[in-house]
């Protein structure tokens, strides 16, 4: 068995896989303030109560893009697994070990989420074109072209990050449920929100999907009826119903690139 974490700026996922099946999850919040062993503690717990025996696994790898909270889970790593985690770097994406890369000279970094999600995507269709949507504390696009080549990432405000930067900066707009409203005409200063934020965000994916499909095309030759288009991250549920750009919804598309990539490298 192996044990994958994914760490975000919101949150951390965990979970253990026997063979490609996810057979635990478990969602924390992502605290630089807490320690490997605070974090040990809860996940042993939730190990425990799930009825799950740790001495099965084998394996455990880490993907972070929270560099504070990397030391702590590769700690959680040992103490869960009694061996040393691999930990993801953005360099795999150029190291030709994995069905996906950066184009060759790349100098720049790649997050390893959006790898994970490059990958998982790449699996998912046997192969590409494919642009994953992610919506988590950011919105990203991450597009890769029919030969594995990650061609490029847009990265916009998260659903709940923008909601949050308007409470945050203004002095009499609230925190508003994530909730689609029934018109654009907000008659209320909640639902006046919820139509900017959640109606703009469905405009916002859907040109983007759109402009990055023709981009590639320019850049490939990749038609963009060719490109596979599936979303995932926590919060893709708001949008799923308000829109048919994605083919695929997968909320658990970062994990299973994860353990592709644990496969890929056989650490």
């Keep these: 068995m192996l044990f994958g974490v994914d760490i975000g700026n919101t949150n951390v996922v965990a979970a253990v896989f026997d063979g490609e099946k ?3 999850q478990w ?23 799930a009825g ?6 084998g394996k455990s790898i880490i993907s972070s893009v929270v560099p504070d909270l990397t030391g702590p889970f590769i700690t959680v790593a040992q103490n869960l697994t009694k061996t040393k985690p691999y930990v993801i770097t953005s360099e795999l994406a150029k190291s ?23 990958v998982g995507a790449w699996e998912m269709f046997g192969g590409g074109p494919n642009i994953v949507v ?13 030969r594995g080549i990650i061609q490029g990432i847009t990265i916009s405000p998260g659903l709940r990050t923008a909601v949050h930067a ?7 707009l609230p925190v508003v449920p994530l ?82 990539i644990a496969d890929y490298i056989d650490f």
């Design 22 to 24: 996810i057979i635990r």
């Design 27 to 49: 969602r924390i919040a992502s605290d630089i303030r807490r320690t490997g062993d605070e974090y040990t503690s809860v996940l042993l717990t939730l190990a425990r109560d």
């Design 52 to 57: 799950l025996n740790l001495d099965k696994i």
């Design 96 to 118: 030709g070990k994995l069905p996906v890369r950066l184009p060759e000279g790349t100098t720049h970094n790649l997050g390893t989420d959006l790898l994970c999600n490059a």
């Design 134 to 146: 992610d919506f988590g504390t950011a919105c990203t696009l991450t597009v890769t072209d029919s």
């Design 166 to 172: 308007l409470a945050a900066n203004t002095a009499q």
């Design 179 to 260: 909730v689609a409203p029934k018109s654009s005409l907000g008659s209320t200063t909640e639902e006046a929100i919820q139509s900017g934020v959640i109606l703009g965000y469905k405009g916002l994916v859907e040109y983007l999907v759109s402009q990055t499909k023709k981009d590639l095309e320019k850049l490939t030759g990749d038609s963009p009826e060719s490109v596979h288009v599936v979303a995932t991250g926590g919060l893709n549920s708001v949008l799923k119903p308000l829109t048919d750009a994605f083919q695929v919804v997968d909320k658990e598309l970062t994990l299973r690139g994860l353990k592709s």
